[in-house]
């Protein structure tokens, strides 16, 4: 990436940005014209996404993930657009029925709007030490961000960043990764990335809301959805971080939401539940919800099996006249957004998922950096109960877990029971995801009885509890609706307010309070304001706050984007994490390792051992511009593993032609204090290379010539 400032890199991620979104709003308005409220914006927002990871993916497929491929495409994009609503007479700046003016603002809109705006308090903060110091979550910095890095530094999504020797993390599906490229590649900086998944959390709550529409418990719907996004499980890793689990809720959730609304009322039985099929011309939606489901398969893969359940259930509740055509529709609007990835394994290794060996294909590697145990192996062992999972549980749902993963299953078989179709679909979701979660293999990961893994992998469990959680708030058979709405709302809101309390509430950590007020204000209220009056209809209040709101990013922005380009994984930060995690990591030598790297630019950097391949983001520079990877030999099957001979340690240093190598030891899952020194720095010895930083565990050695001799192994090293 080149360098670049605040206000050309803005006006480049907002021309292609608004071009995204007013592309969307076309294309629904063609497809799907009676569409309004709250549901037209979900659909809308769909669409535009769609249309962002589909352009950034088809220009990284040929190398052109660069600013000017990207805005240029975004802005024939929406010409193609105009043009087709011209040619077909529609209106390009209304037709939106979204509310009439002089509306009020309900209580269930005031109440769901007062707890999104609770969660954003509790994400503000996070995001704030993000935006001072860097992002310090242990996923983003080991391949998250550097898989995006690797995106915008090459323009190209078609190769393998190789982060580790351990793991297989490179062919995982990175549509996520994907967008924190594109606007890595229009700012000319990783900035924005830090505050992506409030948009995540934001789309999720309107899908909530969206879904329980239909039903008339929109209200406790949208409630859920707060209340897992409030969770520590979410709260404590996904605000300031590249982190994809609120994303995948998110796209889960809309999908299901946008079916919902296309859904035919149909007849009803003498419960008032309602039944199968879908409006005739819903094909158009149905093929909506297809890219929403797609564009979560294609984030991360515990969306897999909850989309492949829901497609399928969709499919299956079109009439069968039209099955076929709709379905085939469907199923090929989520392969555009979410297939490429399993199809760049399957051309690469041969297998669309390389960790695993059914049938014809093989696995390509082993994951050797954990003993893989999924949980379903430790549910009848209490001594696993009472050491690991139960404390893994309190600490990651809270200390009311029990009560909420009741709550979460008690509205699967809630869903199984009714007699509303639709609602049989997303429960059986919720079940193919909560098996999912029992059998993913890294679930309950590490030594025998002793899973190391599961609290921090606990997330794996959130697509099942946010379709749990949906299904609890949609109503029964044996009681009255409004009795259900009212109960079940409260029951939400006690509960979120537990978890806000229980997550220490809001703590300002020295922040000034009209800093983070300004903060809340920019990342929430000013856009929910206006996205609030632009569904009740007020066009005017509407255009007024998003004026004000852009006034306020650009202002704002400008300030905090300097300060971010002076301290970004700086130990000079006021915010640098010498207390909190990862600071043991940066006491190592992490933390001396990213000053060092801060003013390199151009450097072909190697890393060897988990310490410093686990915590890498920040040696690949402020501007992205170092090439990094990590030091081992590739394999036919594109695994990549580590030298175990100081003859194959310069076979691995000849193939990288490095201009710095990091030696660092593994990192132990319980106890990183506990490193030894690495075996590396006997291999690369100082009469091969020259010692250009020590700090405590780990060592960077510029090379020459010497360095890739063999002559350097001596006959005990080799």
Known sequence: MNPTDWLPGMAAVLATTTSFLFSGSLLRRLLMESWAGPPALLATLTIAISLMVVVSGALGVIG??????????????????????????????????????????????????????????????????????????????????????????TGSITGFAFVDTQYLNWFYPQNSELIHAAFMVLLGSDFLSPVINYFWLALAVLAGWCIGRPFGMALPASLSVSLLMAMETISARQPGNANNDAMVIALLLAAIAIAATARESGDRTGDGNRRFGFRPGSGAALAISGLALGLATGTKLTALAPALVLLAGFI???????????????????ALTGGFWFLRNLIATGNPFPWLSAGPFEKAGELTGREPKPVIDYLTDPSVWGEWLAPGLSDRLGPFWLVLLLAALVGIVLGLASKDRLRIVIAAAGVAALA??????????????????????????????????????????????RTWLIGISWFFLLALGLSFVAVGGLDLEGYPFFGVLAALLVLAVLPGAAIVLWSLGFRGPTAAAAVIWLVGLIALGSFQFDRYTDFRYSSASPRYPDRTYPAAELALGIGPLNDFTRDLVGQRIGLSGSLAQYYQYGVWGPRA??????????????????????????????????????????????????????????????????????????????????????????????
């Open 64 to 153: 052109l993930l660069t600013r000017p491929a990207l805005l240029v495409t975004a802005l024939m994009v929406l010409a193609i657009c105009v043009l087709i609503s011209h040619k077909q007479k529609k209106d390009l700046w209304g037709g939106d029925r979204s509310g009439t003016p002089g509306r009020r603002v309900t209580a269930p809109v005031a109440i769901a709007v007062g707890a999104l705006l609770l969660v954003c308090l509790e994400w503000v903060v996070p995001t704030l030490n993000s935006l001072e110091a860097g992002m310090y979550g242990g996923d983003t910095l080991w391949y998250h961000m550097p898989f995006s890095a690797h995106f915008a530094q």
């Open 436 to 481: 999912a979660y029992l059998f993913i293999p890294l679930g309950a990961a590490g030594p025998e009885g002793s899973p190391t893994a599961f609290s921090v992998n606990v997330r794996y469990i959130t697509p099942a509890l946010a379709l749990g959680f949906v299904s609890l708030a949609l109503p029964v058979r044996w009681t009255d609706a």
């Open 316 to 334: 299956f509740l079109i009439e069968p006249g039209r099955r076929l055509r709709i379905g085939s529709l469907m199923t090929a609007a989520a």
């Open 625 to 718: 511009s170092n090439k990094v990877e990590a030091i081992g030999l590739e394999t036919e099957t594109r695994d990549l593993d580590a030298p175990r001979s100081c003859r194959q340690w310069i076979e691995a240093l000849r193939e990288g032609r490095y201009d710095l190598v990091v030696t660092s030891p593994p990192v132990p899952d319980r106890d990183p204090l506990s490193v030894t020194t690495a075996v590396e720095d006997g291999w690369i010895g100082m009469d091969s290379a020259d010692l250009v930083l020590s700090s405590n565990r780990l060592a960077v050695w510029e090379l020459d010539d010497r360095s890739t001799e063999i002559e350097t192994c001596t006959a005990t090293n080799r």
